[in-house]
């Protein structure tokens, strides 16, 4: 899953944007794989499906 937040900056009416990746996956698991990619956002583990 990947999420994307939108967040207003009022000063100059745009909009800025923070992609997060977020993957039902084992913490362990995702260090193991994630660094080889050099994502430019955050990756999280949710291994509970909560998120």
Same mark, same amino acid.
């Given at each position: 899953? $990947? +999420?994307? %937040?939108?967040?207003? !900056? *009022?000063?100059? +009416?745009?909009? +800025?944007?923070? #992609?997060?990746? *977020? %993957? !039902?996956?084992? *913490? !362990? /698991? $995702?260090? =193991?794989? *994630?660094?080889?990619?050099? =994502? @430019? %956002?955050? #990756? @999280? =583990? !949710?291994?509970? /499906?909560?998120?």
């Amino acid at each position: 899953m $990947l +999420a994307l %937040f939108v967040s207003p !900056d *009022v000063r100059s +009416a745009t909009f +800025a944007f923070t #992609i997060v990746a *977020v %993957f !039902d996956s084992p *913490v !362990d /698991n $995702l260090k =193991a794989h *994630v660094k080889r990619h050099k =994502a @430019l %956002f955050p #990756i @999280l =583990a !949710d291994e509970s /499906n909560v998120y």
